[in-house]
């Protein structure tokens, strides 16, 4: 998880509306599940994280390029090597995260769609 506050700062009920809701869906009802949460060291460098970031900016109505200057922004702070500029996609050794991602706004359903370039070894 990228931002484990978010989920524990003072909601323990939802961790455990969570694992009930889990346990329903796998229908193990009698079966202890447990759920750990572990942090992610930079959010922003995962192309999913970053695209609910853009999808939660474009639901409250910020225009969509102030999102994407602001995604691109916090994504240069992190260490990789290109997002929008420097995105080698017919390089096969370039390691190259994707994210296709669907929102649901007032205007209708957008995607959004988010290469990051993290190394080249």
């Known amino acids: 998880m990228g931002f484990p506050k978010l989920l524990i700062e003072g909601k323990p009920k939802k961790l455990e509306e969570l694992q009930r809701n889990i346990q329903k869906e796998l229908n193990c009802v009698n079966q202890k599940i447990n759920i750990t949460i572990t942090r992610i060291g930079n959010p922003y460098r995962h192309p999913n994280i970053l695209a609910e970031f853009i999808a939660e ?65």
């Open 57 to 121: 900016q474009l639901k409250n109505r910020v225009s969509f390029r102030k999102a994407m200057k602001k995604a691109i922004e916090l994504t240069e702070q992190t260490d990789t090597k290109g997002i929008q500029g420097r995105v080698p996609l017919q390089t096969i050794r370039a390691k190259i995260d994707y994210c296709s991602y669907t929102v649901r706004t007032i205007y209708g359903v957008l995607g959004i769609k988010i290469w990051i370039f993290i190394d080249e070894d």
